[in-house]
């Protein structure tokens, strides 16, 4: 009788389908995220399909709904349709910059209060760590990017039509507060169709977006707003967030592998009438959205300033993020007062910053990514965290060197290109150190990476929303020359961090707690792997690649102490035909953008009980 009525269903689903694995329609990955494919439903999954023992969801074997079986082709345009998402986002930050004084003339206000609009923006950049990033690992990427790019473009849509002052700084708040979606969710999206050994390069490209778009803010906006006004520079935030948003609606799928397998999931349950769980179910339990809000506003600040690693180059980056905004208040005043430009061209020596940030792309690809692949070869497959920091330490030595060259080469009496070249390293060395730092800190809090990146996250962006606000008065005070030269300074100061850390960062994690637990999980993991029968999906070669990744892909962070009872948790599953043994596309099931769990004994065992509990509700539907 259940082979009938399986036989009804896969019918059912070969005439809703007409189609093959390999040749699912694009639209039907947009619309359908469970996509129970014949495939899909006949296929042996591991378990017993009871309460006890449901059915384990995985990837199956060339799965079509899994992002990491898509062409490249395909992956690629996505990743670029994301990657321009957070350009424009970037774009808006800075653009407003060239309306500052259309702002001043027509409003009355002072150019400190207009420049609230950018500090107002970038200050709701904080959110994102702390809002979006719970709400995507629970519903997924694709109704968040729909809701909040939406939100985004009809917050840049009022902007260009406010009639007073308050208007325009509560609509950039909350521009800035929902367009930082795409900056925190969008290198998941890469991160879920690229396995760890192919998104390098994907990844240090997508990189020049959060800092190509401020750059290009500021020579776009400038001359928009000397030829149209400030309406017309908010009107293109609208319209080019307008287009992306459709554009992304249209074409882009939900990626997120826990959110689909639980889809499916949940599906099959209904359709066959048997207990189907997601492993990430399994492993969690249901995961409110209470509980992910409140981890993801506590943890961020309890590693922030108990652990000096997080604490000390947060600041760095903080510093650094600053001086990128304080140069949008800064360069008008030393090309366009200074030396009588128009507002259009006084935006264009930041085009000597975009040289330097590309330039730090290609030594990245073309020579850092060689030398931490050989150290990672020498390490037998794993590189310690510290090999992460040459990057910064050259990055750390060129910063202030750029700084200053712009400090005392920015006399009206001197060449314009002498100042303008000064970007060069400024940008350089930006990105490097981002990157540098980023990896650092991925790889030493692994488990806990998610909320060390939400903390880096919101004091960046605090730094970032506070230096325009001081600029002019500095200016004003000091000069154009001593001026420029406090971030040097500030620069100089946090130089030895890098250096600091990349000699001593091993002992000094094993002295800082989240980083010793998590060095701990990682030296278990690696342990284990030595000690047992891997899966062929385990052994992948993508897989073997970067099993640190792995483990920060998972949403549950088990500890070291958890191992023994998840084993036994998953010896009670029986496999059958198990869809592991056959696989050959990397297998992702969760991200390491994504919130991380409370990791105790204790969370272990509610999220187990949830589990069961789960089940039992799956088995009376």
Known sequence: MAEQKNAAVASAVDVESGQGPRSIPHWKLVVDQALVTPEVLNWKYEGGGTVEDPYVVKWIEDDPRNPMAWSKTYRYCLSVTMALATLAVAFCSSAYSGALTSLVMEFGMSLEVATLGMSFFVLGFALGPLLWA?????????????????AFTFFNAGSAGAQNTATILILRFFAGSFGSSPLTNAGGVIADMFSAKDRGLCMSIFSLAPFMGPVLGPIVGGFLGEAEGWRWIEGLMAIFSGVLWIAGSVCMPETYAPVLLKKRAAKLSQMTGKVYLSQAEIRQGPISLKEALSTSLSRPWILLFKEPIVLLLTIYLGVIYGTLYMLFGAYPIVYRIE?????????????????????????????????????????????????????????????PLGLFWFAWTNYPSMPWAASVAAGIPFGFSMVLIFLSVMNYLIDSYTIFAASVLAANSVLRSVFGAAFPLFTKQMYANLGIHWASTVPAFLALACLPFPFLFYKYGGSIRMKCKYAAEADAFMRSLRESATDTVPTAAATSEASRGDEKEAETRSSSGLGEEHEEEEEARFE???????????????????????????????????????????????GRR
């Open 134 to 150: 719970p709400f995507s690992e629970l519903y997924g990427r694709q109704i968040l990017f729909i809701l909040t790019f939406g």
């Open 339 to 399: 030396r009588g430009w128009t507002a259009g061209i006084a935006g264009l020596p930041f085009i000597g910053i975009a040289i330097g940030m590309v330039g730090s792309v290609v030594y990245t690809i073309v020579f850092d990514d060689k030398r931490y692949r050989r150290n990672v070869e020498e390490h037998d497959g794993y590189a310690p965290p510290e090999a992460r920091l040459p990057p910064c330490l050259l990055g750390g030595l060129v910063l």
């Open 572 to 618: 009670r599953i029986k496999t059958g035909h198990s869809a592991a043994t056959h696989r050959e596309v990397p297998q992702y099931e969760e991200s390491p953008f994504e919130i991380d769990r409370v990791h105790t004994r204790e969370s272990f065992r509610s999220h187990r009980s949830k589990a069961e509990s789960l089940a039992r509700k799956v």
